[in-house]
């Protein structure tokens, strides 16, 4: 069940993409509470599907699926004229900084490296 958007906030289409399940039930159930309306993928080719379908004002992407890198999911998801204003924040624990650009070149609004916080999730959604 998800609750209602707080009074004056935004109530946002968040697509979560991570391979750990653990991290994908508590960002789901973070953005549930806050209100938002939130899907799931837990690996590259169904989160290029289910941004396609789902259209999400925001993405968190894990970089480093099993099945491909976070930077080519996003650079799919850019490609869909519908998708291109959503916002997309690739989250990490490595600290590689050749994923972090290849993020960012491949149109990643953001690199935050893990663990991230649950103040700073909800910075991130609330934005504009």
């Given at each position: 069940m998800q609750a209602a958007a707080p009074k004056g906030r935004i109530r946002r289409r968040v697509l979560v993409?991570?391979?750990?399940?653990?991290?994908v039930r508590s960002l789901t159930l973070l953005f549930g509470v806050l209100g938002h309306h939130v899907d799931y993928a837990i690996n590259a080719i169904v989160a290029v599907d289910m941004a396609t379908r789902f259209k999400p004002d925001v993405?968190?992407?894990?970089?480093?699926?099993p099945d491909g890198h976070g930077a080519q999911v996003c650079r799919q998801i850019r490609l869909n004229p519908e998708l291109?204003?959503?916002r997309i924040y690739a989250?990490?624990?490595?600290?590689?900084a050749v994923d972090r650009?290849?993020?960012?070149?491949a149109g990643?609004?953001?690199?935050l490296q893990k663990p991230i916080s649950p103040d700073t999730f909800?910075?991130?959604?609330?934005?504009?």
């Open positions: 993409v991570d391979d750990n399940i653990d991290n993405v968190i992407l894990d970089l480093l699926l291109r204003r959503a989250i990490t624990g490595s600290k590689n650009q290849r993020a960012l070149e990643c609004d953001q690199v909800e910075q991130l959604i609330a934005s504009e």
